[in-house]
Structures are given as structure tokens and as C-alpha cells.
């Protein structure tokens, strides 16, 4: 893609932006900052100068770092999840748990629920692709009706 002058109105002002991004993608961001400003700026004035700049800039960035500790929250929670889930297929089918996979379990897992399974349904296969398939046949009734 090439490069466009894209205008962009914050705090009232206009200002030429030369960029290679969507004019939708900026005006978005622009419409953000200018909601940070306003977010600043006492009710009843227009925001101006730099102390509502950097004001609006420390916002976002808070708002930033927040979402981005809570992100890493989460894929810390799903890693330890999966590693769980992972030591609970290779022990379902015999095999010798991974050491990367057992030795990294750092995370408590007890606020997630696991199911259990039946020992009539315990999968025989060997791999987890055919363990994954013969579960999704059997959810869609395709192999073996339960009733």
C-alpha cells in the first residue's frame, strides 16, 4: 500500500498525517485520543495545550499497560491450562509425560474444572490427532450412539 495524506481533527485541530495506514484505522485512533482529551479537559472548556497532551498520553498509556498485563495474565492461565490438559492425554494414553511439558507446570490450575471421562471413554489411540478426531465424531453422533 502506499502512502497518503490522511487529515486528522483532534482537540479541534487539523492535522496532515503522511502515512502507509487505513484512513479508517487513523481516524479511529485520532477519535481515541480525542476522547482521552476530553476524558482530561474539565467539562465546559476545550482541551489545550500540553499538560491535556501529556495528560491524554499517560491515560492511554496506563489503559495500555493494563490491558497488555492482562493479556499476559491470561495466556499465562491458558498455558498452564493446556500443560495440564497435555500431561492428562499423555497419561490417558500411556505415554511418558514430556519433561518440557511436566517440568514447566509453575501454575495452579485448581480454578479450572476438568472432566472426566468414563473408562468406557478413554481413548485407545496413539496420537492426539486421532484423539481429537474420534471425540469430534462422537460429539456429532457419527461414530458409537449413546442412548
Do not use: C, H, W
Not at 114 to 128: H, I, N, S
Amino acid at each position: 500500500m502506499g502512502e497518503a495524506v490522511v487529515q486528522l481533527k483532534i482537540a479541534g485541530q487539523t492535522y496532515r498525517v503522511v502515512t502507509s495506514a487505513s484512513s479508517e484505522d487513523l481516524g479511529r485512533l485520532a477519535e481515541r485520543v480525542d476522547d482521552a482529551l476530553r476524558a482530561v479537559t474539565p467539562q465546559g472548556r476545550q482541551p489545550a495545550g500540553e499538560q491535556a497532551l501529556v495528560l491524554a498520553a499517560i491515560t492511554l498509556a496506563n489503559e495500555l499497560e493494563e490491558e497488555r498485563s492482562a493479556r499476559l495474565a491470561l495466556e499465562a492461565r491458558y498455558e498452564s491450562k493446556l500443560r495440564e490438559l497435555l500431561l492428562q492425554v499423555e497419561a490417558a494414553l500411556g505415554v511418558e509425560p514430556r519433561s518440557d511439558v511436566a517440568a514447566t507446570q509453575d501454575f495452579p490450575t485448581q480454578e479450572f474444572p476438568t472432566q472426566e471421562f468414563p473408562a468406557e471413554e478413554l481413548p485407545t489411540t496413539t496420537t492426539l490427532q486421532e484423539v481429537y478426531a474420534s471425540r469430534r465424531l462422537r460429539e456429532r453422533g457419527a461414530v458409537g450412539s449413546q442412548g
